[in-house]
T-cell receptor, first 115, second 111 residues
Framework: EAGVTQFPSHSVIEKGQTVTLRCDPI?????LYWYRRVMGKEIKFLLH????????ESGMPNNRFLAERTGGTYSTLKVQPAELEDSGVYFC?????????????FGPGTRLTVL | DAKTTQPPSMDCAEGRAANLPCNHS???????VYWYRQIHSQGPQYIIH???NNETNEMASLIITEDRKSSTLILPHATLRDTAVYYC????????????FGGGTRVLVKP
């Protein structure tokens, strides 16, 4: 069974540009989460989808970040315009059904560098 | 912010048991203790979780004190591949409960 995949693995962009990160969860997982670790800080929650609906977006830092989950399958996280402080590693995770915090499966992350 | 406290780092000899402590003195009655780890350049990986009884799986054992204010993750026979940052996290077993990561314990397994 394929795990959570993320694309791209690395992205280097300039300040002010736009970047879109993609996450493909494990097939059949209704819950999809985005987290990020910025330099020197702890991993922080960004938001949570249940199927195609945003369940909790309390961790989204500002309106430059837009997450979508088309048809309840893959998800994208767009940063527009990117700022220097957005540099970090963005992780996606998925979990099954409504059992919540049993186990979240994480992808390898996308390392974003904003110059 | 994370509500658990862990030592920032510890070393372990290969082949020996690694005992990782975690304090969660303000844990609520319905909160579980979850352990994840992050091996360098990978995403976090689930290890084990428990409520009040000790738990064991193929990766580790979790010992929770009777008052539930602390727990210990035991890696019975540490290997070099167990070198990682280990996170102890409180969580309610409800749909959509986000993980709140603290600083974790950086474990270095030495040959």
């Amino acid at each position: 069974e394929a795990g959570v995949t993320q694309f791209p693995s690395h992205s280097v962009i300039e300040k002010g540009q736009t970047v879109t990160l993609r996450c493909d969860p494990i097939s059949g997982h209704d819950n999809l989460y985005w987290y990020r670790r910025v330099m020197g800080k702890e991993i922080k929650f960004l938001l949570h989808f249940v199927k195609e609906s945003k369940q909790d977006e309390s961790g989204m830092p500002n309106n430059r970040f837009l997450a979508e989950r088309t048809g309840g399958t893959y998800s994208t996280l767009k940063v527009q315009p990117a700022e220097l402080e957005d540099s970090g590693v963005y992780f996606c995770a998925s979990s099954q059904g409504d059992r919540g915090l049993d186990e979240q499966f994480f992808g390898p992350g996308t390392r974003l560098t904003v110059l | 912010d994370a509500k658990t406290t862990q030592p920032p780092s510890m070393d372990c000899a290969e082949g020996r048991a690694a005992n990782l402590p975690c304090n969660h003195s303000t844990i609520s009655g319905n909160e579980y203790v979850y352990w994840y780890r992050q091996i360098h350049s990978q995403g976090p990986q689930y290890i084990i979780h428990g409520l009040k009884n000790n738990e064991t799986n193929e990766m580790a054992s979790l010992i929770i004190t009777e008052d539930r204010k602390s727990s210990t993750l035991i890696l019975p026979h540490a290997t070099l591949r167990d070198t990682a940052v280990y996170y102890c996290i409180e969580g309610v077993k409800a749909a959509g409960n986000k993980l709140t990561f603290g600083g974790g314990t950086r474990v270095l397994v030495k040959p």
